[in-house]
């Protein structure tokens, strides 16, 4: 069956080629009743818009690379979810790839969005990520927005959130329930996550005169694996305190297997904190107290700025580090 083109369209709609293309294309003002009759038509007809050809005729590009560090974290699925969405519901379409912790993989995926044609790009970086790694994409002019995770030196957008005040948040509560000894667990280390959400976890010890010795620190991988293998590790040495920071929500499913085979009780026995607050974390018994790091806001508001122009040189990009908050459950020892 031959595609219906716009002449097409405009011939069934009543209205100019001039004016279905205004519609079509998102541009001009036309009524709102035009509007939904070409759409209607142009529905009707299975008509398809040839975004390469837009492209060359308004110089811009509706499709927006993303690539995600991984996508087994469920806190990753919720960041999508509202990225997409966000692009869709403007008209956009988001093009997704994942370069697993793999610097050669993103370095290569970078260039390919760029070969794509997108728009912009959306970058949640791998661990040991530099500012001359996102060469290739500023190069060409395009919008670049990091999320989640920064990039030091990096004059790319950002949007993530406090990660000083998440750790904060998480220390305090295991210290307000009267805990005086604590291990973080998971994170690849120096990395601008790591390092604020350990930053955090040492101003609250410091509010209340405690030592940095206080909080073992134990980066490492994400994985549950890694947070139960290093609490069996911790207790075979007889040094395993009774409260546990882990690094996200995924991870603290680990330590709850831990607990389990150590014969402890979750929320009476021993307190467990995550970060991300996805819905997995009220599945575990008990629901999980966690620092939501608010993944759809973070995937929404990034999507909102890779949408806008591309800045003009010398103009400064936005940054955004939002609020998180602490949502408690029963995983942590009552005061």
């Avoid at 997995?280 to 806001?297: H, K, M, S, Y």
């Amino acid at each position: 069956m031959k595609r219906s083109g716009i002449k097409e369209v405009a011939a069934a709609a009543g209205v100019s080629v001039a004016t279905a293309s205004h519609v079509l294309s998102g541009t001009g003002r036309p009524s709102e009743a035009t509007r939904k009759r070409v759409l209607e038509v142009a529905d009707a007809l299975g008509f398809i818009r040839d975004a390469s050809a837009a492209r060359l005729r308004t110089g811009k590009s509706n499709l927006v690379g993303v690539i995600l560090n991984n996508i087994v974290n469920p806190f990753f699925s919720e960041l999508v979810a509202s990225l997409e969405a966000t692009v869709y519901e403007a008209g956009g379409l988001t093009l997704l790839a994942t370069a697993q912790n793999d610097l050669v993989r993103q370095e290569r995926l970078l260039a390919s969005m760029v070969a794509q044609g997108v728009g912009s790009v959306i970058l949640s970086p791998v661990h040991g990520s530099t500012a001359e790694d996102l060469t290739p994409v500023l190069a060409h002019g395009l919008r670049l927005v990091i999320c989640v995770r920064d990039v030091v030196g990096s004059k790319a957008a950002f949007v993530g959130v406090d990660d000083e005040k998440s750790g904060y948040l998480a220390a305090d509560c295991l210290l307000s329930a009267g805990h005086r000894s604590m291990v973080f667990i998971g994170g690849y280390p120096h990395t601008t996550t790591w390092d604020g959400r350990c930053a955090g976890i040492r101003r609250a010890l410091a509010d209340r005169d405690m030592p940095e010795a206080a909080c073992r620190m134990l980066p490492g991988l994400l994985h549950p694996d890694f947070a139960e293998e290093k609490m069996l590790a911790l207790a075979s040495q007889g040094i395993l305190p009774n409260a546990v920071i882990c690094f996200n929500d995924a991870q603290a499913s680990g330590a709850y297997r831990a607990a389990r085979k150590l014969g402890m009780t979750v929320g009476r026995d021993i307190s467990i904190v995550g970060f991300d607050n996805i819905p997995q974390g009220r599945i575990l018994e008990p629901e999980l107290t966690t620092v939501d790091i608010r993944p759809a806001l973070i995937g929404r508001t990034s999507a909102e700025i890779a949408l806008r122009k591309a800045p003009r040189h010398g103009e400064a990009e936005p940054r955004h580090r939002l609020d998180p908050s602490l949502v408690r459950r029963n995983s942590v020892i009552s005061p």
